[in-house]
């Protein structure tokens, strides 16, 4: 993996972390509000779940392998 590409990668994880933490605000907020919409909820966790995959995935491609 060359510098550009690894720079790129730590830029989209830093981007997705900051989403991520940003939807789970979002997520706190509507859970205590009175009039809470389940479906947006759903689609919020959904959407969070999905950044979660994705921050994994690019954190596995950063760190190289080592066979044991």
């Known amino acids: 993996m060359n510098d550009d590409s690894e720079h790129a990668l730590f830029a989209e994880l830093s981007r997705l972390r900051q989403e ?24 919020l966790k959904k959407r969070k779940l999905q950044l979660r995959d994705r921050i994994t995935f690019i ?7 080592i066979i044991a």
């Open 20 to 43: 991520h933490r940003d939807l789970d605000a979002a997520i706190e907020a509507l859970q205590h509000s009175a009039a809470s919409d389940v479906l947006q909820l759903q689609r």
């Open 59 to 65: 954190e596995d491609q950063i760190t190289p392998d």
